[in-house]
């Protein structure tokens, strides 16, 4: 195989990782964001209920968690789903490169 064959076959290595990476990145950014929704949520619901004493400072960050929890999994959720995009596609012309250097298997004793 030529140097300028693999070129873009590393390239392309070099975009799947990066995807894949980005990928793993925002998944642990969703869990974070859905714990952050729950906890807001049991906060608000402790307020409502009159288990945590009523404060406005309280109730703004509350809201603001579970509002925060929200922005962060929509973000992250669609920047996921763009990334697996990028790396289903990146995968698939690398396998359409490699596919057309027509490599030969090579078999053992």
């Known amino acids: ?16 990782e990066s995807a894949a990476r980005t990928v793993e990145w925002c998944r642990k950014f969703i869990i974070i964001s859905k714990v952050m929704m729950a906890s807001g949520a049991l906060w608000l619901a402790a307020i409502v209920t009159g288990m945590e004493p009523f404060s406005p400072l309280a109730l703004i960050v509350a809201i603001t968690i579970v509002i925060a929890g929200i922005v962060g999994f ?6 996921a789903e763009r990334a697996a995009q990028r790396l289903e596609d990146a995968e698939q012309l690398r396998s359409r490169m490699i596919d057309r250097l027509g490599l030969q298997q090579v078999r053992g004793p």
């Open 1 to 16: 195989m030529e140097r300028d064959e693999e070129q873009p076959i590393d390239r392309l290595e070099a975009e799947i």
């Open 74 to 79: 929509g973000t992250n959720r669609s920047t």
